[in-house]
């Protein structure tokens, strides 16, 4: 290690004496970004070195260089990046037709690479073009970027007259109106009305003059033409994680507790639904009957005085991959901890199916929204909080209040489309009177008696709203609760919903070079890189779902386990060419390690019966694993030092008949039509018909007899004296040789 740490130094010394000439030649054009960037420290975050902006702008490029791809691992550099820099670099710089490598700029934020993403598309880093050609093209951006930031919009034809010629694509064109919204620019496909900026409060300039003028200076001053037209996708998702910053402990708890205020906001709102309530008691119903898993349903509980190690999986590292085996000590305590678990759930769905009996009496009793419902349905709030439900059924219970209230606009919006569009009712007039009365029959039916100009065809009508009005009165009779009051809870849930949405994207975006430097330990595995960076994604999110900061854990202590699970299992379930089973896998690698101990220790692999007696599993069952556990081999892989001989050349092809077997075959047919020759035509036949030589099937005595027209006893002796003749030591000789052979 110390060695390699040498090394990698006195490269890096290298790389900086190499560059410093272009560093300080492109100090002075990124001397405006340096300035202006943001040395204040975001909450929660770690903050940078106070004296990283008053480094001069080469020193910086320098130092930097290495961070786009130093700060994708948690642990250290990503593997091979010295090389691959190199070898992009050394590209680059060829293409370039330059003699000397420039400098690697700063990491900026988002908005600066989006930027200068932009004057790649317009083609200002091609060293194709000459000076004038560079200069008109700034203009012309600087131009666009000007009215942008002036007026606050653009509209196609306007981005489309100040592009390039050979610029004009469909895939550029929606590339740059993305890089054009992230710098604050919204694009149209024609000039927006009044109307339209006032709902989107564009109504005033968003920059003067003088302020535009400067934001287009300042996009400009970014142009740098080796920012990265790299195609590797590897290193462009590394470049797009290298911007958003790690997260410090303190970041870490901050953003758990909004994932989780967001989860008790949702399940707040989604308590106030006696729906889901029921719904939740049907699950309990099918957790008792054994019908459901409670791991399917419950990941823990959240009040301090609960056993926290009511978790379903999380704590079990039975399941790593040097001891997931079938082992019954790992089995034993998961079905202990989750008996646990379930015991300790239906406790609280048991109180919280009292306290929902309790909501529905006070209900029949005295009505929505009486005092003791009220304190029904607060108990049940406060039960719910207290149980952390999994990501799949907070979702399914979601979905069942959100459908209810889909289906209630949807008959509104039919019956505002029959009232307003197709009967002529003003709209004004519709949103007045139309809400006191979604739920009154009789509404439409004064509509009609008032005598305006709309009742006529709004008499015809009249049927199909009273129809989609009955509708909306069905839904409120199942879910209870008022249509309004059910808005109003839906609207809730989905702030909740997406208040932990994005904390959980903020999450995991700072915590992807966790994953990077978990994934790149199992490379070469039979999985490409970027098939374990996503399978490891994936565990990631799920820890991001079951992570609970009050343990006291670092989140990358606790990620880590749910990434390296989610990839080992996908290098399982996927490496291999001949798919096998994800339990057969454990198997295979328990019988593997076995056999590395029994090899340490005596010098010799084990035969099946000792395996069978080490795993205490029968004989026959080993003998089987052994078998599928073989790997399998390409058919092209070269035999010998030449390239020209293949494995598969040397497989014996049990379906073709062999070379010499054909030719003995060929030889054989030769003989025996010479020796029927030999005879007279009448038994050459004869024996033909009877054995079926040169026909497709033998014959009977009978059918050869009346080809013939002789009886079957004439054809016996026929047959007979021309087998004798066949004995002769003149021909029985030549089918002598063929005889070992048959």
């Not at 405006?32 to 020193?59: H, I, N």
């Not at 349903?297 to 039975?318: I, L, M, Q, R, T």
């Amino acid at each position: 290690m110390t060695a390699k740490k040498t090394a990698s130094k006195a490269a890096a010394a290298e790389t900086e004496e190499v560059k410093k000439p272009a560093a300080k030649a492109a100090a002075k054009t990124t001397k405006t970004a340096t300035a202006s960037a943001d040395d204040k420290p975001k909450r929660g975050r770690k903050p940078k070195a106070e004296t990283e902006s008053k480094k001069p702008a080469g020193k910086a490029k320098v130092e930097e260089e290495d961070e786009d791809f130093g700060d994708a691992d948690a642990d250290g550099e990503v593997e091979g990046d010295g090389e691959a820099d190199a070898e992009v670099e050394t590209a680059e710089v060829e293409e370039l037709g330059e003699d000397k490598p420039k400098a690697k700029p700063l990491r900026m934020k988002v908005s600066r690479a989006k930027e200068r993403a932009l004057m790649r598309e317009f083609g200002l880093d091609e060293t194709a073009l000459t000076e004038e050609e560079v200069a008109k093209r700034r203009q012309e951006l600087k131009t666009l970027i000007k009215m942008g930031k002036t007026r606050g919009f653009l509209t196609h034809q306007e981005i489309n007259d100040h592009l390039p010629e050979k610029l004009i694509n469909e895939e550029i064109l929606e590339a740059i109106v993305s890089m054009l919204n992230d710098m604050g620019i919204a694009v149209y496909e024609q000039a927006p009305d009044a109307a339209t900026l006032l709902i989107q409060g564009s109504t005033s300039p968003t920059a003067t003059e003088e302020e535009a003028e400067e934001a287009a200076e300042a996009a400009l001053s970014t142009v740098d033409s080796e920012f990265g037209r790299t195609t590797d996708p590897v290193r462009m998702y590394m470049r797009e994680m290298g911007t958003v910053e790690l997260l410090t402990r303190e970041g870490e708890i901050e953003i758990a507790k909004r994932i989780e205020g967001g989860l008790q906001a949702m399940m707040l709102a989604i308590s106030a639904s006696p729906t889901t309530i029921a719904e939740i008691l049907a699950m309990a119903a099918k957790i008792r009957a054994g019908e459901m898993q409670i791991s399917e349903a419950v990941d823990g509980f959240v009040s301090d005085d609960e056993a926290d190690d009511y978790v379903a999986e999380e704590d079990f590292d039975e399941f790593d991959e040097e001891d997931d085996d079938d082992g019954a000590g790992g089995s034993k305590a998961l079905t202990k901890k989750l008996e646990e678990l379930k015991n300790a759930a239906l406790v609280k769905l048991d109180s919280l199916a009292s306290n929902f009996d309790k909501m529905r009496k006070a209900f029949e009793k005295d009505g929505y929204k009486s005092a003791n419902y009220n304190k029904a349905q607060a108990a049940i709030s406060a039960e719910l909080m207290t149980i952390r439900f999994t990501v799949k059924t907070i979702e399914k219970l979601c979905d069942i209040l959100r459908s209810q209230v889909d289906d209630v606009r949807r008959f509104e919006r039919e019956i505002r489309k029959i009232v307003v569009d197709k009967c002529g009712m003003p709209q004004d007039h519709f949103i007045k009177t139309f809400p006191p009365n979604v739920l009154n029959l009789q509404w439409a039916e004064k509509e009609v008696a008032s005598g305006k100009p709309y009742a006529n065809i709004m008499s015809r009508n009249l049927p199909a709203i009273q129809e989609l009005q009955q509708k909306l009165i069905d839904i409120q009779g199942k879910a209870v609760v008022p249509l309004d009051d059910l808005k109003g809870i839906n609207k809730r849930m989905n702030e909740g919903e997406k208040a932990s949405r994005d904390a959980k994207k903020e999450m995991i975006e700072a915590n992807l070079r966790l994953v990077i430097s978990i994934a790149k330990k199992y490379t070469n595995r039979g999985l490409q890189f970027l098939d374990l960076i996503q399978e490891g994604n994936i565990g990631l999110m799920k820890a991001v779902d079951k992570f609970e900061y009050r343990r006291g854990y670092k989140f990358s202590t606790y990620a880590t386990w749910w990434i390296r699970q989610a990839i080992t299992r996908s290098i399982a379930d996927q490496a291999r060419t001949i798919r096998i089973p994800v339990h057969m896998i454990e198997t295979i690698n328990k019988m593997n390690r076995i056999s590395r101990q029994h090899l340490q220790e005596f010098g010799f692999e084990p035969d099946a019966p000792t395996l069978a007696e080490k795993m205490e599993m029968p004989e026959d069952k080993i003998r089987k694993i052994m078998k599928i556990a073989k790997e399998p081999i390409s058919m092209e892989t070269p035999i010998g030092d030449d390239d020209d001989s293949h494995l598969g050349d040397f497989i014996e092809d049990t379906n073709n008949t062999a070379p010499i077997e054909a030719a003995m075959q060929a030889g054989l047919r030769e003989v025996v039509k010479d020796i029927l020759d030999s005879l007279t035509p009448r038994e050459a036949k004869v024996l033909r018909m009877r054995f079926g030589i040169e026909m497709s099937t033998d014959h009977t005595l009978e059918e050869v007899g009346k080809q013939f027209d002789v009886t079957r006893e004439r054809i016996r002796q026929i047959e007979a004296k021309a087998i004798r003749k066949l004995k002769h030591p003149s021909r029985s000789d030549k089918l002598r040789t063929y005889l070992d052979n048959l």
